[in-house]
């Protein structure tokens, strides 16, 4: 018997996607506030692993990049209010395109649910109708 392991495929690649998500938007914040970046503080300002972080290559070269500007600082930079505002906004934007993601990914296993339910109604409707059509 042959097993179907899409969903289990989809589930485990949405649920990488949102780390990944997680771990770009929590990095923009450190970096956005000047606090040390290395794997093990933006694996847990993110949730994520350390092993996750440094097993995607573009996380990887991102942080290793932003530890290394973070630790030759001389003096933090004065971010301009506008700088401030851009970089709010691009984490706003992150988290709500995360959140849609999660939005589309439930929708779409309650809309298969809803199916699975139709197909049972009928099968039972269909029954139903004929044990009733024998008398």
């Known amino acids: 018997m042959r097993r179907n392991i899409a969903g289990l495929k989809r589930s485990a690649r949405l649920r ?8 770009l938007a929590a990095l923009h914040r450190m970096d956005a506030s000047d606090r040390d970046i290395n794997f093990r ?17 573009e996380l990887r070269v991102r942080i290793m990049r ?4 973070t630790s030759h600082r ?13 970089l ?3 984490n706003i934007a992150a ?10 990914e439930k929708n779409r296993e309650l809309n298969t649910l809803l199916e699975l339910a139709y197909g049972k109604l ?3 409707c269909e ?9």
């Open 74 to 86: 001389v003096a933090p930079a004065v971010s301009t209010a506008q700088e401030r505002e851009r």
């Open 127 to 135: 029954k139903n109708a004929s044990e009733w059509s024998g008398f």
């Open 122 to 124: 009928a099968l039972a």
């Open 16 to 23: 990488s996607e949102q780390a990944m998500e997680r771990a």
């Open 41 to 57: 503080t933006v694996a847990t300002e993110a949730k994520v692993s350390t092993a996750g972080l440094y097993g995607q290559e």
């Open 95 to 104: 988290t709500l395109r995360l959140r849609i993601k999660e939005l589309e």
């Open 66 to 69: 932003s530890r290394r500007t």
């Open 88 to 90: 709010s906004r691009q």
